[in-house]
């Protein structure tokens, strides 16, 4: 009997019109990224692991391919685009650069080794953009505007970016003073929405009322831009009334972009990349429940490679997309039509010449011989 050698499991081969259709979705959104302004850059697959230790505040150790090379130092096949262009950027573009903003977009795979993700892929293919240099709310509006756009770009209408706020849940953190496990236990049950496991672990710290007020409410605090409104009246404490007030400026900003119909608010939402230090985003739409992009500002990330600049990205994942845009029915239409010559003996010389000549005006052209299969 014939053996047949199956992939692994949580990746998969992509081949035929579904291949070519990602490959033309990909270069539709790469002009998006071209006409922010944003140039390529490429990072290798693997890096050193220190580029996604846990002090980076990325992907858990657990949940990375590692291996070893020849002088015995542990690499990490790349879970995460963000620290590898940040490593790469703090080396090559930042150097004696002052008042300097680096735009930079990137496309390749990312692989996650993880035993909770059943289901879904271990290898996906991501699409982003980081921008380096700018701290102004001008800088976080600009990169939800080109989320924005791509989800336009790539045909679906109907979709929501919820846009979320680090400083706000750390800040009331810091007031708090609560132990790291109780902090880590109530960022999973906010995170999860779960008002219940909430209320009882804020309840065993001992806080002070309006402190435990807001941590109640923070798994509500989700909708329109009214819902900032509602966050302002609930806390005293100046640094989270700060972030509240830069989302406020956003929001401004976005208006002016035509896109504000787009957005909805999500205090509650708490990312698992630890290294995120302002406004968060995801962005949703019908047809998959995993984000098609996410991302946000990281204004200390780059210290850790020996560089000290704010700056703010997102990364789209090629897989959920085109999963979202089959459940809708929105079609990636191809840009070719591949055209056939069938030839023999007798005149393949012609068959060859004129396949030729077609090739040279952009034509698609298969060569097939009369009798065989296409």
């Not at 972009?257 to 302002?278: A, V």
């Amino acid at each position: 009997m014939e053996r047949v050698i199956h992939t692994p499991e949580g990746v998969r081969d992509i081949y035929g019109q579904e291949c070519a259709r990602k490959r033309v979705l990909q270069k539709k959104l790469h002009k998006v990224f071209v006409s922010y302004g944003y140039e390529d850059i490429e990072t290798p697959t693997f890096e050193f692991f220190d580029v996604f230790s846990r002090e980076i505040g990325t992907i858990p150790s657990k949940d990375l391919y590692k291996f070893f090379d020849q002088e015995g130092n542990t690499l990490v096949l790349r879970p995460d685009f963000t620290p590898s262009v940040a490593r790469a950027a703090s080396k090559y573009f930042l150097e004696g650069e002052e008042n300097k903003v680096i735009r930079l977009c990137y496309q390749g795979n990312t692989f996650l080794n993880s035993s909770g993700y059943q289901g879904r892929l271990r290898e996906v293919t991501e699409m982003g953009v980081e921008m380096m240099g700018d701290a102004s709310p001008d800088s976080d509006a600009e990169i939800l505007a080109m989320m924005i756009d791509l989800l336009k770009t790539a045909g679906l209408k109907d979709f929501q970016v919820s846009v979320g706020q680090v400083d706000f849940f750390k800040s009331l953190l810091e007031e708090a003073g609560m132990s790291e496990e109780a902090v880590e236990e109530l960022r999973e049950l906010i995170s999860s929405k779960n008002h219940f496991g909430v209320e009882e672990c804020v309840r065993g710290q001992h806080l002070k009322q309006e402190l435990t007020d807001v941590f109640m409410q923070m798994p509500h605090l989700f909708g329109s831009i009214e819902i900032l409104e509602k966050a302002k009246t609930m806390t005293k404490n100046v640094k989270a009334l700060a972030s509240i007030a830069r989302l406020e400026e956003i929001y401004r900003i976005l208006e002016m972009y035509g896109c504000e119909q787009y957005i909805t608010f999500d205090l509650g939402m708490l990312s698992k990349y630890r290294y995120y230090t302002g406004i968060i985003m995801q962005a949703f739409t019908y047809g998959t429940g995993q984000p098609l992009l996410k991302g946000g500002r990281y204004n200390q990330l780059l210290s850790h490679f020996g560089k000290s600049c704010p700056s703010i990205g997102f990364t789209l994942v090629m897989e959920h997309l085109m999963n979202a845009l089959s459940r809708q029915g929105i079609e990636v239409p191809l840009t070719w039509v591949t055209e056939e010559i069938f030839y023999d003996e007798e005149n393949r010389r012609e068959a060859i010449e004129q396949a030729a000549a077609m090739r040279r005006e952009g034509k698609h052209v298969v060569l097939r011989k009369k009798g065989m299969t296409p």
